[in-house]
């Protein structure tokens, strides 16, 4: 059972564009929510995250957006740029189990 | 602060034969993950230790893959024997927090 799901799959952008990233999750036990970001050859990183108590949180030129309702949850990276070319992960978790759920990956390709 | 220190990076071996898989957490880490990934696909968790117990292992593959974590601190993840279809990428990460998680670069192994 795919308890997250992410998509696109792939999205290439023209530098300067926006990047946008969407997931949905089944399970409203889940309270937390983060993205992570993976360079090739590189172990995830956690780029930014949302508790469901909030609908959006913006950090630099990442946003992410919540939708408690929908279950879904989104990522914005404006004015995207080549050092944002990477595979972006979203995942949840619950609490009282620390674990991450990852969806499955959407790989993002900046061009100049 | 030294991150997440996992060793090998890389290993080749040849199916049915052992391997171990080497990690470091971030000092002062109670909380230690084991993910497996596949390649194109999300983290998905084998096994999290909090201090030395572990206390989420319900997706390691048990008849095969064996894990331990010596005095709360380093740990070990082994599998005997290694079939093909455990060519991944294993992660290992650790927390202090109730959920950021802080990834190593992971091992790449490959059964042939």
């Known amino acids: 059972q795919q308890q997250v799901k992410q998509s696109p799959q792939s999205l290439i952008v023209q530098k300067g564009g926006i990047s946008i990233i969407n997931c949905a999750y089944e399970?409203?036990?889940?309270?937390?929510f983060p993205w992570y970001q993976q360079f090739p050859g590189k172990g995830p990183a956690l780029l930014i995250a949302?508790?469901?108590?909030?609908s959006e949180k913006k950090e630099g030129r990442f946003t992410i957006s919540f939708n408690k309702s929908a279950k879904q949850f989104s990522l914005h990276i404006m004015d995207s740029q080549p050092g944002d070319s990477a595979t972006y992960f979203c995942?949840?978790?619950?609490?009282?189990?620390?674990?991450?759920?990852f969806g499955s990956g959407t790989r993002l390709q900046v061009q100049p | 602060e030294a991150g997440v220190v996992q060793s090998p990076r890389y290993k080749i071996i040849e199916k049915k034969q052992p391997v171990a898989f080497w990690c470091n957490p971030i000092?002062?880490?109670?909380?230690l993950y084991w993910y497996r990934q596949n390649l194109g696909q999300g983290p998905e968790l084998l096994i999290r230790?909090?201090?030395?117990?572990?206390?989420?292992d319900s997706q390691l593959p048990k008849d095969r893959f064996s894990a331990e974590r010596l005095k709360g601190v380093d740990s070990t993840l082994k599998i005997q024997p290694a079939e093909l279809g455990d060519s991944a990428v294993y992660l290992c990460a650790s927390s202090q927090t109730q959920t950021e998680a802080f990834f190593g670069q992971g091992t790449r192994l490959t059964v042939v």
């Open positions: 000092s002062g880490h109670n909380t």
């Open positions: 949302i508790r469901p108590d909030v």
């Open positions: 230790y909090e201090n030395e117990e572990a206390v989420d």
């Open positions: 995942a949840a978790s619950k609490a009282g189990r620390r674990a991450l759920t």
């Open positions: 399970n409203t036990a889940f309270d937390y």
